[in-house]
C-alpha cells in the first residue's frame, strides 16, 4: 500500500482562502505568528469585535490584514473597511503589505490617505474605488470635513497601533472619525499596551470585545534583553559614542525625547565621524523618506529619532535600540525596545541613565516584567580590544580580490625581509595605531558606583578575555551559564559578561583568577581550543574616577567603515562630552516638539 503525503500550508489550516495562501507562499512566510494564530480564525469566523494585545513586529498587520481581505467584497467599488495608522510611514506600510497579500485577489484596491500628499489625489483614488482605506487620523479627519470619503457603509474599522495614536493626542480626531461609521460596524483594536485611554476608546466604542493577549500586558519581547548605564549627565553623549564603539556591527535607533535633542546628538555623531541621522518631526516628507531609505539600505548605521517619527520604522536586523533619554510616558519604552529583536532574532535595548534617574528603570522593570541588567560603559582599553578583534575577524572573512595578483611580486620583493609575525604587527599598527592613540588615555564615565545604593569594589574584581561569542552561538546569558558550570563557580560569581561577535569579556572576584587561568590553559569546546585571557583594562579601579587628563575617547573625523576604523583626529574638544550642534531657538510647543 503506498502512503500519499499532503502538505498543508500553516497558513491554510487557519482557514484562509487559496488567494491569500498564494501570495503568503509567495512571500516567503511559513509559520503564522501567535497573534496570528489566535487573531485570524476568530475574525474569520464571526464579525465582532476584538482587543488584540501584542508588541510590535509580532505580525499584527497580517493578523487583521488576512481576514480583512477575506471579509470584503472585491466586487463592490464602495469603501468597506477602514484602517487608522498614527503615522504616514506606518500608514504606506500597512498599504503596501495589504496590496502584497491580495495581490491575487481580482478587483481589491487598497488606498492610502495621509497628509505630506495631495489631498485631491487621494480623493480620486478613493472614487476610483477602494475597498479598504488606510489612514492616519488627521488627514481622514480632513477628508471627511471636506467631504471628500463616506465611511458611512464600512463594516470593518482597525485601530492599529491604538495606544500610540491617542499618545499623539488623536483621541478627539477618532472620535469624530468613529462616529460617522455604522454603529453596528466591526472593531478590531490592536495595541502594543493597555493605557487607560485605551480602554476608554474600547468601552465607548466597542460591545463586549474578544480580547487577544500574546505575552502579558505590556510586556516586552522575550527576544529583547534589557541593559542600564549609569553616567553624569554631561557625559550621556561621551557614553552614547563608547557603547557604539564597543559594538562595531550596530545597526541601531536611538531615541530621544525631543525635536531638538535629536537634531543635535545626530548632527554631533556625524560631525564626529559616525554614519547617523535624523528622524524628527521638523523634517519635510521628502527628507524623512531619504532618511528611511538610507538607513534600510544600511548607509546609515545610527538613526537618532524621536518616539512620533520612529512610529512607521519596520525595518529587519536592527541590532539594538539606545534609549538616550527615557521617555516620558514609561509605556512607550515597549515600542522602543520593540524596534529590535523582531522575527525571532535577538536585540539588545540599552539605557543612558544619571543617578537621578534610576528610579524611573524600577517603573519600567514593573511595567515590562522584565529585568534589566546594570552594566558599565566600556573603557577605551576595553573597546581597543573589540576594534581590533573585529578588524582582524574581517580580515579572516575577506574574500581575496586576485586582481591584486599582478602587483605581488613587487609586494614580496618590499616585505622580503620579515617574518609573518612581524608583517601582522605592521598591519595591524597602521590600522589601528590612530585608534588606539585616541583612546588610551580615555576616562571613566561611570558614575561613581551608587547606582544600586552600595559602593562598587574597587579592586576586587578581575576582568577576562574568551575567544567564544556570539558565532558560537552564546548570549550573555548562556555564556553566564556555560562559565558557572566550567569554573563550578555561583551564578552571580561571574559578572559583567558582555558578548560579542567572536569573543567576549566576563568579570569574577580576583581570589578566582588563578583557577580560572589555569582551567582553560588547555580547555576545548567541541575541538576548538578555547583561550582566557586577563583582560589589558582588568586592574582599573571600577567605581573610583580614573585620570581625567585625557580626551576620553569617541568618535573620528572621517568615513566610519564597517571593516574597522581609520580616525583622522580627534574631537574639537579635549573631553568626549559635547553638546555641539543643535543650537536652535527654544521651542515651547512642548507636545510638537516630541513628534
Known sequence: MRLIFIYMNKFEALGLSEAIIKAVDEMGFETPSEVQEKAIPILLDEDTDIVALAQTGTGKTAAFGFPLIEKVDSNSRITQGLILSPTRELCLQITNELKNYSKFVKGLRTVAVYGGASIHDQSREIKRGAQIIVATPGRMQDMINRKMVDISNIGYCVLDEADEMLNM??????????????????????????????????????????????????????????????????????????????????????????????????????????????????????????????????????????????????????????????????????????????????????????????????????????????????????????????????????????????????????????????????????????????????????????????????????????????????????????????????????????????FSFFNTESEHQDNILAIFEDFKLEGRKVNVEISKDSGRSRGGRRRRDGNGGGGFKGKRRSDGFKPKGRNRRDNDGGDRGGNGRRDRRKRSDRR
Open 169 to 502: 493626542g488623536f483621541y478627539e480626531d477618532i472620535n469624530a472619525i468613529l462616529s460617522h461609521t455604522p454603529e453596528d460596524k466591526s472593531t478590531w483594536l490592536f495595541s502594543a499596551t493597555m493605557p487607560r485611554e485605551v480602554s476608554t476608546i474600547a468601552k465607548r466604542f466597542m460591545h463586549d470585545p474578544v480580547e487577544i493577549t500574546v505575552g502579558h500586558k505590556n510586556t516586552g519581547s522575550e527576544n529583547v534583553s534589557h541593559e542600564y548605564y549609569v553616567v553624569n549627565s554631561r557625559d550621556r553623549y561621551a557614553a552614547l559614542k563608547r557603547l557604539s564603539d564597543a559594538n562595531p556591527d550596530i545597526f541601531s535607533v536611538i531615541f530621544c525625547r525631543t525635536k531638538r535633542d535629536t537634531q543635535k546628538v545626530a548632527e554631533s555623531l556625524i560631525e564626529d565621524g559616525y554614519n547617523a541621522a535624523a528622524l524628527h518631526g521638523d523634517l519635510s516628507q521628502n527628507q524623512r523618506d531619504l532618511v528611511m531609505k538610507s538607513f534600510r539600505n544600511r548607509q546609515i548605521q545610527m538613526l537618532v529619532a524621536t518616539d512620533v517619527a520612529a512610529r512607521g520604522i519596520d525595518v529587519n536586523d536592527i541590532t539594538h535600540v539606545i534609549n538616550y533619554q527615557l521617555p516620558d510616558e514609561i509605556e512607550t519604552y515597549t515600542h522602543r525596545s520593540g524596534r529590535t529583536g523582531r522575527a525571532g532574532k535577538n536585540g539588545v535595548s540599552m539605557v543612558i541613565v544619571s543617578k537621578s534617574e534610576l528610579r524611573k528603570i524600577k517603573t519600567v522593570e514593573r511595567i515590562i516584567k522584565k529585568k534589566f541588567e546594570e552594566k558599565e560603559i566600556p573603557s577605551g582599553e576595553e573597546i581597543c580590544q573589540v576594534q581590533l578583534f573585529h578588524l582582524a575577524n574581517d580580515i579572516a572573512k575577506a574574500e581575496i580580490d586576485h586582481e591584486i595578483d599582478s602587483y605581488l611580486p613587487s609586494i614580496n620583493e618590499v616585505l622580503k625581509d620579515f617574518s609573518k609575525e612581524e608583517l601582522i604587527k605592521k598591519f595591524f599598527s597602521v590600522e589601528f595605531s590612530r585608534f588606539h592613540n585616541y583612546y588610551k588615555k580615555a576616562k571613566d564615565l561611570n558614575a561613581a558606583g551608587e547606582s544600586r545604593g552600595d559602593s562598587r569594589r574597587s579592586d576586587g574584581s578581575t576582568r577576562y578575555f574568551i575567544n567564544v561569542g556570539e558565532k558560537d552561538g552564546f548570549d550573555w546569558m548562556r555564556l553566564k551559564d556555560f562559565l558557572k558550570e566550567t569554573l563550578d563557580l555561583g551564578r552571580d560569581a561571574v559578572s559583567r559578561v558582555d558578548v560579542k561577535e567572536s
